[in-house]
T-cell receptor, first 118, second 113 residues
Framework: GAVVSQHPSWVICKSGTSVKIECRSL??????MFWYRQFPKQSLMLMAT?????????EQGVEKDKFLINHASLTLSTLTVTSAHPEDSSFYIC??????????????FGPGTRLTVL | GNSVTQMEGPVTLSEEAFLTINCTYT??????LFWYVQYPGEGLQLLLK?????DKGSNKGFEATYRKETTSFHLEKGSVQVSDSAVYFC????????????FGTGTKLQVIP
């Protein structure tokens, strides 16, 4: 149990275009999803936390207009990188968490999405 | 705020050697501590965790003990294999992983035959 998937696993896009990344919890309901970004040879940095049906909470320094997060259902959250530029190239990882006190009340991580902006 | 410091890599070991990756932390209260592993080209996998002082997490031959007096959670394995080559992240959460997880910078381990 507790499987989280991401789609696509990798994407290459042109500068100025927008890219959408999906994060799905496959076998549990995720009331909260987290989006992380990992730069080469560095650790994961939390970008934002999203609760189902409400607006995401962004970490300091993360542009909310550039990284649009939608958590419309209990099994799906999307991250849209708008007007992508080469500096947005990175590895994006999501995690999902179930209800507090339930069997999935910790973060389970997806496999990540490699974004390359040309 | 919370922070995690782990030894810089890369660490290169011969197969069957003993592994230690040091990790220390700074946190308020009583955080839960984790080790995650990231194999090449893949996402994070939880390797082991400990939720209170003196707890020992273990999995796949890896162990780490939650030492509150030294604020440490060092990862050990008695005999590494080539398949253990990966990046290892020490991490903590003030709420058992429920809220924000703070990661260390990762330590790359390379095991050579």
């Amino acid at each position: 149990g507790a499987v989280v998937s991401q789609h696509p696993s990798w994407v290459i896009c042109k500068s100025g275009t927008s890219v959408k990344i999906e994060c799905r919890s496959l076998d549990f309901q995720a009331t909260t999803m987290f989006w992380y970004r990992q730069f080469p040879k560095q650790s994961l940095m939390l970008m934002a936390t999203s609760n189902e049906g409400s607006k995401a909470t962004y970490e300091q320094g993360v542009e909310k207009d550039k990284f649009l997060i939608n958590h419309a259902s209990l099994t799906l959250s999307t991250l849209t990188v708008t007007s992508a530029h080469p500096e947005d190239s990175s590895f994006y990882i999501c995690s999902a968490r179930g209800l507090a006190g339930g069997p999935y009340n910790e973060q389970f991580f997806g496999p990540g999405t490699r974004l390359t902006v040309l | 705020g919370n922070s995690v410091t782990q030894m810089e890599g890369p660490v290169t070991l011969s197969e069957e050697a003993f592994l230690t990756i040091n990790c220390t932390y700074t946190a308020t209260g009583y955080p839960s501590l984790f080790w995650y592993v990231q194999y090449p080209g893949e996402g994070l996998q939880l390797l082991l965790k400990a939720t209170k002082a003196d707890d020992k997490g273990s999995n796949k031959g890896f162990e780490a003990t939650y030492r509150k007096e030294t604020t440490s959670f060092h990862l050990e394995k008695g005999s590494v294999q080539v398949s253990d080559s990966a990046v290892y992240f020490c991490a903590l959460s003030s709420s058992g992983g429920y809220q924000k997880v703070t990661f260390g910078t990762g330590t790359k381990l390379q095991v050579i035959p």
